[in-house]
């Protein structure tokens, strides 16, 4: 069974560019989350989906973040204009469902350094 | 705030020692907790769950969970050099958000 991709594995852009990554969850997972995770930090979500529906986005930077889930399927995160402090790596996950119960699996994760 | 705690060690032990890793949580109506295991530039893999009370055993892991201490643990039976590593520890809050909450994860070194 094939993991969750993502692309590009690696990214380096000036503060103020834009970036997007790419993630395509396991085949048959109807949630898919971005975590953002800060070197020395535990991974922080970002946004969950359900299927293409918004579940959870109360800690994206709305002003700078937004992400898509067309069809339910593949997702993209975008961050506009970046900053210094966006330097992360950016982790796709998915699950079968959502709730207790359901693991969540991780991609190989976008790695993001902003100069 | 719903919280996990972990020390971030360095945990530094012997190979062929047991290394015990632990977590405690704030919220009182989390229902699951789950161990990743994260290799320096890897993404998090996971190692084991645990739902209920108790100790739950799986190869060389055990995880063990004391829900009215709010508290978790992994035990690493005869530590090989290949489990130094970073380990999250990882728990869903009550509700039916789906939604871990990481620990920033320990650091164990197993010396050969």
């Known amino acids: 069974e094939a993991g969750v991709a993502q692309s590009p594995r690696y990214k380096i852009i000036e503060k103020r560019q834009s970036v997007a990554f790419w993630c395509n969850p396991i085949s048959g997972h109807a949630t898919l989350y971005w975590y953002q995770q800060i070197l020395g930090q535990g991974p922080k979500l970002l946004i969950q989906?359900?299927?293409?529906?918004?579940?959870?986005d109360s800690q994206l930077p709305k002003d700078r973040f937004s992400a898509e889930r067309l069809k339910g399927v593949d997702s993209t995160l975008k961050i506009q204009p970046a900053k210094l402090e966006d330097s992360a790596v950016y982790l796709c996950?998915?699950?079968?469902?959502?709730?207790?119960?359901?693991?969540?699996?991780f991609g190989e994760g976008s790695w993001l350094t902003v100069v | 705030q719903k919280e996990v705690e972990q020390n971030s060690g360095p945990l530094s032990v012997p190979e062929g020692a047991i290394a015990s890793l632990n977590c405690t949580y704030s919220?009182?109506?989390?229902?699951?907790f789950f161990w990743y295991r994260q290799y320096s530039g890897k993404s998090p893999e996971l190692i084991m769950f645990?739902?209920?009370?108790g100790d739950k055993e799986d190869g060389r892991f055990t995880a063990q969970l004391n829900k009215a201490s709010q508290y978790v643990s992994l035990l690493i039976r005869d530590s090989q050099p290949s489990d130094s590593a970073t380990y999250l520890c990882?728990?869903?809050?009550?509700?039916?958000?789906?939604?871990?909450?990481f620990g920033k994860g320990t650091k164990l070194s197993v010396k050969p």
């Open positions: 996950a998915s699950s079968p469902g959502q709730g207790s119960g359901n693991t969540i699996y």
């Open positions: 990882a728990v869903y809050p009550g509700g039916s958000q789906g939604n871990l909450i």
């Open positions: 989906f359900q299927n293409n529906g918004v579940v959870d």
């Open positions: 645990i739902y209920s009370n």
């Open positions: 919220d009182r109506g989390s229902q699951s």
